[in-house]
Nanobody, 122 residues
Framework: VQLQASGGGLVQPGGSLRLSCAAS????????VGWFRQVPGKEREEVLC????????YFQDSVKGRFTISRDNAKNTVYLQMNSLKPEDTAVYYC????????????????WGQGTQVTVSS
C-alpha cells in the first residue's frame, strides 16, 4: 500500500490549494481516506474523510464551508480542495486510508502518505 500526498505550497490568505492523495499498488476506491494536518508541537488531527461511497465527514468545524474532499476512482486519487485559506491552516497535511472513516489518526492502519507542507502567509 502506497499513498503519495502532493499539492502543498505557499499561498496568500484567501487563496486556494488542491491537495492530491494518489494510491499505487491497490484500489483506493474500496477504502475510506482521511486528510490530516499537523503543526509542530501539536497532535495530528483529522480534518476530513471520504468513504468508499463518497460520503464526506468533517472533523474540524473550522474548515466547514472552505474545504471539500472528493475522489476520482479512475485516477485512484482523493483530493482535498482548500479555499479561503487562513494562516491557521498552515500545517503539514497527510492522507491515510483504512476500511472506513475512523475519526482518529491511530485508527488508520492501512497506509499513510508522506505529508505535504501548506503555508498560508502574506
Amino acid at each position: 500500500v502506497q499513498l503519495q500526498a502532493s499539492g502543498g505550497g505557499l499561498v496568500q490568505p484567501g487563496g486556494s490549494l488542491r491537495l492530491s492523495c494518489a494510491a499505487s499498488g491497490f484500489t483506493l476506491a474500496y477504502y475510506g481516506v482521511g486528510w490530516f494536518r499537523q503543526v509542530p508541537g501539536k497532535e495530528r488531527e483529522e480534518v476530513l474523510c471520504i468513504s468508499s461511497s463518497h460520503e464526506s465527514t468533517y472533523f474540524q468545524d473550522s474548515v466547514k464551508g472552505r474545504f471539500t474532499i472528493s475522489r476520482d476512482n479512475a485516477k485512484n486519487t482523493v483530493y482535498l480542495q482548500m479555499n479561503s485559506l487562513k494562516p491557521e491552516d498552515t500545517a503539514v497535511y497527510y492522507c491515510a486510508t483504512d476500511d472506513g472513516c475512523r475519526g482518529a489518526p491511530l485508527e488508520y492502519s492501512y497506509g499513510w502518505g508522506q505529508g505535504t507542507q501548506v503555508t498560508v502567509s502574506s
